[in-house]
Every structure is written in structure tokens, then in C-alpha cells.
């Protein structure tokens, strides 16, 4: 499935209430997970969004 | 509920309709352009991100945030959308242009007092103010004009039913024996409620807080009015609702490229709203003295029932939004959801909205519980919860349908489909942060409805997280939330500005894969639901108004209410009892 810029904010748009309450659910496990480790997994989560959008997003090759 | 509009456009066909919904559009959208800029200084203010204006005139802002966007924006857009859907789906012109121009003149007049005398607060000079936030009950009192400005929306949006309504009139003479139009039949079943539940406010503007604010009476009872007002107040939000259900039924589905799964469904679901949505109101007030704990048990139960319209909702626009993923290639458990046109803002716009509607429904039954009422009463949460239903699930899935529907009432295409997507994307995340932080607030014990939430001396507490983060949060999805509005507002105007197009838009919406002639025909018995939802309201209402009344001073009160374990008199109960009885059987025979 091609990766379009539209999926791709959606995806976006879904990660930043799933990293908001991460702290919550990791916190269900007797996890206290500081703030500063939620945004490097959304920073991580958006890199591995660009890196997947440059491989198989609009305009690609593998997308051609 | 195939296309009427053939192969013309809709402007084309019925351009005295297109003239009225675009008026009611654009009142719709400069008061959400003005409601959304008083949200983004409010978001600032409290959370001490940005001061530029005294507390005091917070009250002010608060009073035209939540009557401009609450009231004005849903209920002309309301308005516009139905007006859309009469004439579309009986595929006929309203009976009289000039019937229809009068109760957008009465709206729009009603709508310019009611404004004038709340920005009236901001200039001390003028002696005029209104500041009694969205809940304009007693004892708070705003200068009559805005009272009367109130009455005339009120009634205008009764004209404006009487509109469809006669619309209607003229179709069934010309088709006897056809079940009625589902958009129409959605249209006029909300109108009944509309009906039946703006008479509690109508009593409450015209006979007491008038009189009261224009120093013809003394003193009101503050329970009545306040109780009449959540007698309006909860169904005001299926008002709003409605509209945006109708979109999500009938366009909803054909812009995810399959069909509505169940037409009776559908119907059965507003008329669940009909009869369900009226006697809840007392919900907004467990923690009011002088009603009767059983009255508020009684209200609460009424309210859960409410639940299952809703999850039919979820169950049927879901199941056709997958019906069409399928049409379009899409397959697998969820694998599916790729296959929606996300790249098309009416569509993702309605389709988040629906999403976030779902997390307001869950935060709505922790309100309506009782016991658990209790711990967010008058928090930051209440405001959390509806801005995902009002300012979500109503405000989204209202400017996603101006995508689609703007086009066809100015013969414009929409200026820009990636500006409309990131702007409903923009609203999503924006209310995410805004909404959640709000309701981890309220968990915290923080205040709503004021501008200092900080008290001296005392530290609010979350297990998670820091009272900081919320309030960056809050500020963060505040401003998103208004650029999201400038970005709406900007494609918008320039769509209608654009040249005029042959095909602005797809506008043709396929039959339901199982149609009306699969219902019941009594479900077209208007008449017949109008009464049931009557005696139920009667049921619900009789007995603690009749308590109210008697225990809070009279009609115009003069003492305050007792507490909630002294119950009416007996006589009075007899007389409320057999009046009660009587009204009753007046509606069935």
C-alpha cells in the first residue's frame, strides 16, 4: 500500500494522543515514564515515518 | 435517497435554497471566525501563557465564545444544512423565499442584539453587559436585550421549522403514499425536538428573566430558571448533533465510497433521540438543592438509555464507511481503513470527528453517573468533554461538510483540498491536546468557568504528568485550534470567490443498501412519536417542577430552594398528579 501524504499525517494525527497517553498506559504497568522519553519516541516514531514515506511514499520508486 | 438534483447542480435547480444556505453559512462562519478568536485570548488568559485582558472581561469572552459558537455557528450551519436537505431530498423549492428570508432576518436580528449587549461588557461606559457565560440562568442577569435578542433566535428557529415542515406538507399531497425522504424525515423529527424542548428556555426568557432583567419583577426563583434552561440545555446538544448525524448518514458513506447499510436504522435512531433526549435535562443538576434525589436517579437512567441511539450510530455509519473502503479495494480485518480517501478533507474531516465523538460519549457517561458526577462537577473536565462533542463531533464534522457542501450552493470548486486537510487535521490534534489536558484538570480538582483557576496557598495534583504540561497543552491546542479556524475561514472565502465550474462537486448520493420499504411504516407516524415524547417529558418534568416551584418560593421565588429531602405536598402532588393525567390524555385522544 503507497505511503500518500494524506496516510501520513492521519498517522501523524494518531500518534500524538497515543504519545500523550503513553505516560498513562506505561503507568499501568508500574512504569513511570518521564516526558522527555515520550518525545523521543515520537520523534523516533515521526523519523521512521519520513524514512518510510522517502522509500515507498508518492514519488518513490518502489511507490512507481 | 438517490440523488433528486439529477444532472443539474444544486444552486442551479434551487437557487432562491442555495441564496438562504449560503446567508446562513456565512452568519454560521463569521461567528465562528469571532467565537474561535475569543477561545484562542480565553486559552491564553488562563493559562497565564498571555494576559491581554483583564480577568473581569474574561466573563465576557466566555459568555461570546460559548453563545457565538454554541448557539450562533451550530444552529444557522444547522440551519443552512437542512434547508439543503428539504429541498434536495423532496426534491422541491420551499413553499415561500420570502417566508424563508423572514426567519433568517429573525435569527439574523436576534443574533445581533444578543452579541451587541454581550460585547456591550467590554466598554463599561455603554451601562450594558451580559456576561452570564452559555447557562444564562438566574441569579446571574444580562441586560434585557440580550434576552430578547435570544427569543427572536429562538423563535426564528421556529420559523424556520414551520419552513420544512410546510415543505413537507406540499410533498405529501403530491406523493400520498411514499414513505417520506430519509434526509427530510431526519430533518423534521429533530425540528420536533427542537420544538418541544426550546419551550422550557421560551418560558424561562419571555416570562421571567425579561420582566425580571427589564425591573418589571423583583425577584425570580433561581431553581426554575435554572432547571428550565437544562430543560433546553441537554437537547440543544442533539440539536447540534443532528445535523452532524445527518451528515454522517447520508454523505458520510458516499464520500467513502459505498452506500448508507440501514435506512430504517437510521430512522429508528432519531426517533430514539426524540423521545430520549428531552427528559435528561436534570442530569446537569445533581448537585442542585431542592430536587428530589429519585428525580436525578430518574434523569440519570433516561440519560443511559440515551447510549444506544449513539452506539447504533457508531454500529451503522462505521459498517457503511466499510462498505465503501471495500468497494474501493480495500480489504482484511483493518487493512481497509488504507483504502479510504484521506486524501478528500470532507471525508477525513467527518471521519475524526466521528473518531473523537466516540471519546466524548465515554467522558458523557462518566457526567451523566450519579456518584462519579461528582468528582468533575464544575471541573475542567465538563469543558473537556463537550469541546469533543460541540466543538468536535458537531464543530469538525460541520466545516468537513462545508468542503463538500459549500461547492454546491455557490457553483465553485473548493479552492484548495490540501489546505482543507491539514486544517481538519490541525482542529484534531489541536482539540487532542486542548480536551485531554482538560479533562486530566478536572481529575485534578481544577475549576472551569473562571478566569483565576489558581487558588492561594494550595497546589493542584495529577499521579501523571505536571499541572505545567496541562496548562501547555491547553495553550498549545487552543492556538491550533484557531489557526485551524483562519485556515478554514481563508479556503472557504476564496472558494466562494472562485470562478463558477459546470461539476463543483460529486453531489450524487446512492440508495442505502437496505431501504425504507424494510421499516416499519409506523416509523413515518410523526404525529403518534410527537406524542409519546410529550408524555414523556411530562413524566420526567411534572413532579420536580411542581417541587421546585413549591419549595423554592413560587414562580417568582423570594425564598431560597430547601433541600432536596423535603418533597412537594401532598395536595400539590394530587393536583400536579390529575393536571399531569390530564395533559395526557389530551395528547393521546
Known amino acids: ?64 | 435517497m438517490a440523488t433528486a438534483s439529477g444532472g443539474s447542480e444544486f444552486v442551479d435547480k434551487f437557487p432562491d435554497e442555495a441564496a438562504i444556505i449560503k446567508a446562513s453559512f456565512l452568519i454560521a462562519f463569521v461567528s465562528l471566525g469571532i467565537g474561535a478568536f475569543f477561545g484562542l485570548i480565553q486559552a491564553l488568559h488562563r493559562t497565564n501563557v498571555l494576559r491581554v485582558i483583564d480577568s473581569a472581561d474574561y466573563y465576557t469572552l466566555l459568555t461570546g465564545h460559548g453563545v457565538l459558537l454554541a448557539i450562533v455557528f451550530t444552529i444557522f450551519f444547522l440551519c443552512g444544512v437542512f434547508h439543503w436537505a428539504v429541498a434536495r431530498s423532496l426534491d422541491r423549492p420551499a413553499e415561500s423565499a420570502l417566508f424563508s428570508w423572514a426567519w433568517v432576518g429573525l435569527m439574523t436580528t436576534g443574533t445581533v442584539l444578543a452579541t451587541v449587549a454581550i460585547l456591550g461588557g467590554l466598554v463599561p461606559n455603554l451601562g450594558m453587559s451580559a456576561d452570564v457565560l452559555f447557562t444564562f440562568y438566574a441569579p446571574l442577569q444580562a441586560h434585557p436585550i440580550f434576552y430578547i435578542g435570544l427569543a427572536m433566535f429562538i423563535v426564528g428557529t421556529w420559523l424556520s421549522g414551520a419552513d420544512w415542515f410546510l415543505s413537507y406538507r406540499a410533498w405529501r399531497q403530491d406523493h400520498p403514499d411514499e414513505r417520506i425522504p430519509l434526509q427530510t424525515f431526519m430533518v423534521l423529527t429533530t425540528m420536533i425536538m427542537w420544538y418541544i424542548s426550546t419551550l422550557g428556555v421560551a418560558v424561562s426568557v419571555v416570562f421571567f428573566l425579561i420582566p425580571w432583567s427589564l425591573g418589571l419583577i423583583e425577584s425570580v426563583n433561581p431553581l426554575l430558571t435554572r432547571t428550565l434552561f437544562w430543560y433546553f440545555g441537554h437537547p440543544i446538544v442533539y440539536f447540534w448533533l443532528m445535523p452532524a448525524y445527518l451528515l454522517w448518514y447520508t454523505v458520510l458513506p458516499k464520500l467513502a465510497g459505498g452506500r448508507l447499510f440501514s435506512d430504517p436504522l437510521a430512522r429508528v435512531v432519531f426517533l430514539l433521540f426524540l423521545l430520549l433526549s428531552t427528559p435528561v435535562g436534570i442530569h446537569h443538576q445533581y448537585l442542585d438543592p431542592g430536587i428530589a434525589e429519585g428525580f436525578k436517579f430518574i434523569a440519570m437512567t433516561n440519560t443511559m438509555f440515551l447510549l444506544l441511539p449513539s452506539l447504533l450510530t457508531a454500529f451503522t455509519v462505521v459498517a457503511s464507511v466499510e462498505h465503501g473502503a471495500r468497494q474501493r479495494g480495500g480489504e482484511g480485518y483493518l487493512r481497509w481503513l488504507g483504502a479510504l480517501p484521506w486524501r478528500d478533507p470532507a471525508f477525513t474531516g467527518m471521519a475524526l470527528a466521528g473518531a473523537m465523538f466516540a471519546a466524548g460519549g465515554f467522558s458523557g457517561m462518566i457526567n451523566a453517573g450519579m456518584n462519579i458526577n461528582y468528582l468533575i462537577h464544575n471541573t475542567l473536565w465538563v469543558p473537556g468533554h463537550f469541546h469533543l462533542t460541540v466543538g468536535t463531533a458537531v464543530a469538525l464534522t460541520m466545516m468537513a461538510g462545508s468542503y463538500w457542501l459549500v461547492p454546491q450552493v455557490t457553483g465553485t470548486k473548493l479552492y484548495s483540498r490540501p489546505i482543507g486537510l491539514l486544517q481538519v487535521i490541525m482542529w484534531f490534534v489541536g482539540m487532542v491536546f486542548m480536551s485531554n489536558a482538560m479533562h486530566r484538570a478536572g481529575l485534578a480538582g481544577i475549576p472551569r468557568r473562571t478566569a483565576e483557576p489558581q487558588y492561594q496557598n494550595f497546589e493542584f495534583l495529577t499521579p501523571i504528568g505536571s499541572i505545567f504540561e496541562l496548562r501547555v497543552q491547553i495553550a498549545l491546542g487552543g492556538t491550533l485550534l484557531f489557526l485551524s479556524v483562519v485556515l478554514f475561514l481563508f479556503n472557504i472565502l476564496l472558494t466562494s470567490l472562485g470562478e463558477e465550474s459546470d461539476r463543483p462537486v460529486d453531489s450524487y448520493l446512492p440508495e442505502p443498501l437496505s431501504g425504507p420499504e424494510g421499516s416499519p411504516r409506523i416509523l413515518d407516524n410523526l404525529a403518534m412519536w410527537t406524542g409519546i415524547a410529550a408524555v414523556l417529558v411530562v413524566l420526567a418534568y411534572t413532579l420536580p417542577l411542581a417541587g421546585i416551584i413549591q419549595n423554592g418560593g413560587g414562580l417568582f421565588g423570594g425564598g431560597l430552594p430547601v433541600p432536596a429531602t423535603v418533597s412537594a405536598g401532598f395536595d400539590l402532588v394530587m393536583t400536579t398528579v390529575t393536571s399531569a393525567f390530564n395533559t395526557l390524555w389530551g395528547v393521546v385522544a
Open chain 1, 1 to 64: 500500500m503507497k505511503l500518500t501524504k494524506a496516510r501520513a499525517l492521519i498517522l501523524i494525527a494518531f500518534s500524538v494522543p497515543v504519545a500523550i497517553e503513553l505516560r498513562t498506559v506505561a503507568g499501568f504497568f508500574n512504569v513511570e515514564l518521564p516526558l522527555i522519553a515520550v518525545a523521543v519516541i515520537e520523534f523516533l516514531f515521526l523519523a521512521l515515518l519520513f524514512v518510510l514515506y522517502g522509500l515507498y511514499g508518492e514519488g518513490s520508486e518502489s511507490a512507481a
